[in-house]
Nanobody
Framework: QVQLVESGGGLVQPGGSLRVSCAAS????????IAWFRQAPGKEREGVSC????????YYLDSVKGRFTIDRDNAKNTVSLQMNSLKPEDTAVYYC?????????WGKGTLVTVSS
């Protein structure tokens, strides 16, 4: 019933920009806190950004502050992460996350590769 599908990943040069999106079904994104996580090769999965039910409530990993922006489009029922000034260290599989009623939901992820 609940599904999260990421898209928008790809190859980008250092300093470039990319926008990844999470299409949600089975629930409305305007009613829940949604988060983006990422997992780089050989690294632990880490929380990158989070947007609360109130669009003004956001969280960013220190290493992406000032470069990434999370937002939601209620009409499209999507949550996106705009990534600017990308660095090779940002290379990872990016996942959309929902925590609801004691359960955690994940998408399958979208790969972002930052390389020259």
């Amino acid at each position: 019933q609940v599904q999260l599908v990421e898209s928008g990943g790809g190859l980008v040069q250092p300093g470039g920009s990319l926008r990844v999106s999470c299409a949600a079904s089975g629930f409305s994104v305007d009613g829940y806190t949604i988060a983006w996580f990422r997992q780089a090769p050989g690294k632990e999965r880490e929380g990158v950004s989070c947007i609360g039910k109130n669009d003004r409530s956001t969280y960013y990993l220190d290493s992406v502050k000032g470069r990434f922006t999370i937002d939601r489009d209620n009409a499209k029922n999507t949550v996106s992460l705009q990534m600017n000034s990308l660095k090779p260290e940002d290379t990872a599989v990016y996942y959309c996350n929902l925590r609801r009623t004691g359960m955690v939901y994940w998408g399958k992820g979208t790969l972002v590769t930052v390389s020259s």
